[in-house]
């Protein structure tokens, strides 16, 4: 008896996981290949310039650690007159991030206006074809009669 007991209770339990990373999936949401990348900031500016130094000066060294490791270790020791071209690096960076961030935010803007005028000029073409009562008119028939 108690064998059958525990294994209902396990069963459960594995009901209630199941159910909760399908909820995780579901809430994902789909990201747009089209939608420009974020900037990278002053550090990652800096590191750039770092690994290909790095990489000269050691280059049977292959761990990735071992270059962020580095690469923090001299970004902390670097004065803010060091970190100033990174760091203006990194501002001109965001501008244009910011630049091609309106651009694609005005074209989404713009497929969604046109989908809804387009459903829009649909129902009024419908409405235009149907009389007050609800008949259907027939414009040629009216001009062959003059």
Known sequence: MKGGKSKAKSDNKLAVKKRGCETKKSKKSVKDPNKPKRPPSAFFVFMEDFRKTY???HPNNKSVAAVGKAGGDKWKQLTDAE???FIA??????QEYEKSMQAYNRKQAGEAADEEESDKSRSEVNDDEEDED???EDDDD?????
Do not use: L, T, V
């Open 89 to 94: 690096k990194a501002e001109k960076r965001k």
């Open 55 to 57: 990489k000269e000066k």
């Open 83 to 85: 970190k100033a071209p």
């Open 142 to 146: 009216d001009d062959d009669d003059e």
């Open 134 to 136: 609800g008949s259907a």
